[in-house]
């Protein structure tokens, strides 16, 4: 088909020897007999093989990939995960459906364990000092797989570790808030040990806000009401539903931060400038260890004190009071003290990305990365390895195509599997700090699915707006797993959607914070991300997330009795994105839709001005130049879609197709500032950067104005929210600059 | 003949109107007649083109331009400025020899001036409080082009007003040493003001240096030894000769950063963010005021106190004394003082840049870009209207052949005339903050022709390793002006030269610092730079720059008698400049060798193995991974420059040639780290930031040794040293790995 293609441009045979010493010297993988188009030819999205991949992503190839990467607990570094950086590399080395080739990257990253030979313990000491009672140090072996030497004991990675012991008060999530109403009740927290529960803030603020009020040691558990929507008894949780067992215990990462703790801004290479750990920041500061709900309502449920407000009630089956102490009616007396003894210890461990690569034929300098993390805190069936699952047969269906020979796409495809994201985004960010330049300069997209299936209602997305378009045209094509015969888009809008200005009532994507490792790729390079998973129908179930999230409960059978039985959800999830995949690397013009940043542009001047404009007015701060700068954007955006579909009409030449698909691909860089927020660590997107501030608008000007709301005019906050609005303003009015036609001052 | 090509390659008559609309919408100004070129077509450099242009840069009208350009002072933001921004828009806008556009940008910039109301006056004061002596006031009216109202009386701009008044001493360059060696002498420096002397620092270095020991206010003047030869006598200056006359003063700024000073990052619109005066930092502390020497020689000659040492000795024609105060014996009582009232005052301004484009045919996105200040301290002919002569008369053959239709380039050509540049590269610096992506992501280069004849003797270029090469070869081919028949490069290589290990004895560029609006370019984009001139016989003057340097002296008759008689001197830099856009411009390959950076960063290794070696052994640093970086980079850089050779060979498709084109270009960006040197603003580039160590290697590792020589082992200076040497790796890594085969990975 390709060669008709080339014959049909009526380019001659010396044309095509040339093209033939190109493509051999740099497109075509030694031994491979694809077939070699013409680089100028305008080689597009090939509808048939697009058929082809979607046909041959089943589900029970998914089905056996995850029973594989789940066997066995698989904690970044540990033997299983280089096991599997191993098996990762044989699957994109095979000669039948591998990729044109395929390398691991290892870094030197400071990770957090729990000792082995004192493993952390919270007991109930009496008064004469002697345990009285003592908390489960693991969880219950109900299905077989929670035992073991694999299964690393729950516990808060690069919590310090320490021995505290003090009266117990229940903090709910722990956010500063929860501290001040604990004050305000007149509870002295000075050497207290607080327990909270998960949800509200990151994990690690629990500790933070704690030790600011001289809170001694931080017990972390999940309530029932907030992940098993109220049930906690064994009959009603795994094994016998998706719901947490109460010896289940979340683990996770405390970092404030991502990227290797001792290298910010510098690959984690051996040789890397590491900091003296003094110098690190963004450690929890004060011992803390999570728990199971059931050693929780041992605590919650004898707690003395007065009774806690209402929304910090949960579902343990008793009242929650605010402590301090155990009443004296209850199991312990009254003077007993809780004992938090942490032996986590920090550790320079080897930790590998694994990247493989199908080279482009034509613009084999133009990246769509693919990504997902490897590493698990237990066996990781759900989180990350059904996301693993999706990637090994995706780039097993495009490799069988490219060694068959019957396709090789435009650009060039990056599989990426990243190590210690679990600890914070680690693998991914060090790929972006040892080759930041090279990224940024050419990755048309990046393109995450972690957890690829939470649970089977419908898809759910998270994107910058130049993605959505493909997305949609995508989803539009897929049939929805489940009953009734609706695309994945038509189900989807039922879930989530919103009414546009321009489209109507669509799907709405939601946006990209750090909670996987689009992270880095977005916030640090500004290259346009998603994140692609199945999720669930929130009228069914108020879970915070999946319930064994992070617990040795997340096995294959969880996922393949409860998760997604058949596995459809996880076919979906591989049809959505290996469409998307095609569609960024196969397109002839980009599917980058950059006049879908206007919405975003609008609402976010619009909040500024309804929520901010009053306040900005007092203090003489016009939005006068926002205003015009986000019109100019709408303009040019406009006016650069107008260009192309002119083009599409025409039989355009790939040099200026190339040039066009260049605006729209380093589009998203121009909103970059490594300047614009010095202290936030990697967060250079002037529209993406975290939002403390409650206004739903640019997030510098937003957390600007929080600061500055109390201060006077004239003073520094204030001068803060002026330079921010500049900031944003020359962001705006650069990117505009970059739609233009490129020959115009 | 563009069309030939076209047909040689067989398109078809649909294709050709496909084209049609395409170059019609993008690449044609409108009413142009140039021939459509093939976007496809792999137009190359065109000899006969570059023969025309060649010939047809005459110095007859660079003559003319410069006569008309240097008519009156052109101080930044005054009327006659903004007349020739006028002239500029018109010359870029004429139908016969114009561009395809140009319009000129103006930004609100903060700007310093002398009052006019009341002249900044240096007075020495008698004992009774009575005046004493006055210097002058003025230049001496010595052409009838010193008077005048538009002639800005000598200042040094950004000094603030004052009018302290204490004991004259003399403090040579006013370097730190030169402040120590005072006191070393016993010499109390409170209150006192300070006679210093043009050179060893910078300007504003004067003030500052001499703030720190208490001095109140700081003299300066340009000593006859340092820009006469030693010559000083009326009848042995201007306008008998090239020196300076006695009452000459060299004006200049006296901030120490570059940029509008209240908008660091930000492009000086009006409603940009600006800085409260009180946060502005780098103006000179105390004070400060230029004389000419006649007025230094009447303070200096009666100095009292101890002989000053030999290097500070100049050729006043009498004995240097060190002061405090003036000896009995000389032409004022001993206890008279010095009076320095300086009445200068900050004042925002408009200031414009003017853009010129010539759309490429094939690339309009990728911009050569050649510019050169416009501003003048008074009528400038050779400060800048030397090289604005030249930058009118290439844009005008360019652009006549452009409306002919004869040719148009394959990349856009930029044509910049800077504003504001005198007081700190202002204008250059405010356009690369405006439009820093766009720019940064499409600028193949920087030619930068400020001052174009300093005098006859020989070509000097300074500029980064991948330029070099393009500079020879449009060298070899143009015949120098002066005796003999040798080409500009077999004339330059007498005068500057080096040893190179890979071409043997070739001409020596320099390298880049920030004395022209080359800077933002190199330092803060990242962009491959250059600044071209012809200059001195060193052998023939010592003169530190041209003796009437920032003067009133500085016009068109003391170029036309002094400087370039018959301007063969300006016609050669037009003539290699006009080259080097072409080759540029239009060479299918870009002419970038970025291989000749393996050099450079040999030579920064060896500095840093011979120099730091020993020392950073003993604080058990090494230098491994460094020359592990260094030897990847010239592997790298070796198998790209032959994968070029073996395409050059065969008949390469465009789309391969831009991916290659694109690794060239966007080299230089690889060794940009905006988080390497936070206080260095606008500072990036880890291998051309500024050096203030001694040795001569990657300027961050020799600062921050220098910094931690005299420190103990594991001090937050030796972890900097460690810092900075992991900040050089990555950069030289990541440079490598934008060289390698881009599907490699």
């Known amino acids: 088909m390709q060669w008709t293609k080339v014959l049909g441009l009526g380019l001659g045979a010396a044309a095509l020897l040339g093209l033939g010493i190109i493509l051999g010297h740099f497109a075509i993988p030694k031994k491979a007999n694809s077939p070699a188009p013409s680089i100028s030819a305008p080689q597009d999205l090939d509808l048939e093989i697009l058929e082809t991949v979607m046909g041959q992503l089943d589900a029970h190839r998914i089905r056996e990939n995850l029973r594989e990467l789940s066997r066995e607990p698989h904690l970044a570094s540990s033997p299983r995960d280089e096991d599997l950086v191993q098996l990762l590399l044989q699957r994109w080395k095979d000669p039948e459906s591998g990729l044109d080739s395929a390398e691991a990257f290892t870094y030197e990253v400071l990770l957090s364990f729990p000792s082995q030979e004192q493993p952390n313990v ?21 299905t077989g797989e929670q035992g073991g030497p694999d299964v690393i004991q729950p516990y808060a990675a690069y919590a310090p570790s320490g021995t505290p012991q003090g009266l117990l008060v229940y903090a709910n999530h722990g956010t500063e808030d929860d501290f001040k109403e604990l004050q305000t009740q007149g509870i002295k927290l000075e050497g207290t040990i607080a327990l909270t529960r998960y949800g509200g803030v990151g994990r690690g603020d629990k500790a933070v806000n704690a030790a600011k009020h001289g809170v001694a040691g931080v017990l972390v558990y999940t309530d029932p009401a907030d992940i098993n929507d109220g049930l906690s008894s064994p009959s009603e949780t795994f094994p ?3 719901y947490l067992p109460p010896s289940g215990v979340e683990r996770g990462s405390y970092y404030k931060y991502f990227g290797d703790p001792l290298t910010p801004y510098l690959p984690a290479i051996p040789s890397s400038f590491r900091l003296d750990l003094a110098n690190v920041s963004g450690f929890p500061p004060i011992p803390t260890q999570p728990i199971g709900f059931q050693d929780a309502r041992d605590l919650l449920c004898n707690l003395n004190g007065t009774l806690a407000p209402d929304t910090w009630q949960g579902a343990l089956g008793c009242h929650y009071r605010l402590g301090p102490g155990f ?8 003077d007993s003290q809780v004992n938090v003894s942490v032996y986590n210890h920090l550790e320079l461990r080897n930790s590998s990305n694994v990247l493989g690569i199908i080279r482009g034929a034509v613009e084999p300098d133009r990246y769509v990365l693919y990504g997902n993390h490897r590493d698990s805190w237990v ?23 490219l060694k068959k020979g019957t396709w090789r796409p435009r650009r060039s495809i990056v599989f990426a599997s990243w190590g210690a994201e679990e600890f914070g985004l680690i693998g991914s960010t060090e790929f972006t700090e040892e080759f930041f330049n090279k990224l940024q300069e050419r990755t048309v997209a990046y393109i995450n699915v972690d957890i690829a299936v939470f649970a089977n209602a419908t898809l759910r997305v998270q994107g910058t707006p130049p993605v959505q378009s493909v997305v949609f045209s995508a989803t539009k094509e897929i049939r929805s797993p489940g009953p009734g015969d609706l695309s994945i888009y038509d189900n989807w809008i039922r879930y989530f959607n919103r009414s546009s200005p321009v489209y109507g009532l669509v799907p709405s994507l939601g946006s990209l914070g750090a909670g996987s490792d689009y992270a880095p790729f977005i916030h640090f390079l500004g290259i346009s991300s998603m994140d692609i998973a199945y999720t669930y ?27 997604d039985p058949g596995f459809s959800s996880h ?23 950059v006049s879908d940043y206007s919405e975003t542009l609008r609402s976010f001047l619009q909040a500024a001005q309804q929520d901010l404009g009053a306040l900005l007015e007092q203090h003489s701060i016009s939005l006068g130049p926002l205003v015009t700068a986000v019109e100019k954007f709408e303009a040019e955006a406009a006016a650069l879609g107008q260009r192309i579909s002119t083009l599409q009409k025409s039989s355009p030449d790939p040099l200026q197709v190339r040039m066009l698909n260049d605006q729209l691909m380093l589009l998203e860089r121009s909103f970059l500032n490594p300047r614009a927020f010095p202290e936030e660590r990697y967060y250079s997107h002037v529209l993406w950067a975290t939002r403390t ?10 957390n600007a104005c929080s600061r500055a709301r109390d201060t006077a005019s004239g003073s520094e906050a204030w001068a803060e929210v002026q330079r921010q609005l500049s900031i ?3 962001a705006l009015e650069g990117a505009a600059a970059t739609l233009r036609p490129v020959a115009d001052l």
């Open 571 to 593: 076919q979906a999830v591989a049809r959505t994105a290996g469409s998307i995949i095609l569609r960024l690397s196969d397109s002839f013009f980009l599917p980058l839709k």
């Open 240 to 242: 016998n539903s998706w």
């Open 728 to 730: 944003v303003v020359t």
């Open 379 to 401: 066996h990781g069936a759900v989180d990350p390895s059904s996301g693993t699952a999706v990637l090994l047969q995706l780039s097993r269906v495009l490799g069988t195509l």
């Open 122 to 142: 919270v007991d109930i000491v009496g008064p004469t000092g002697d345990i009285i009672h003592s908390c489960h140090r693991t969880e219950e072996n109900v």
């Open 537 to 563: 129908d929130r009228s069914k179930t108020s879970a915070r997330i999946y319930p064994t999230y992070h617990t040795a409960f997340d096995t294959f059978d969880y996922v393949d009795k409860f998760l």
């Open 327 to 334: 009443r004296p009616d209850g199991n312990f007396s009254a």
């Open 693 to 702: 501030g409650s206004v739903a608008t640019f997030p510098g000007l937003s």
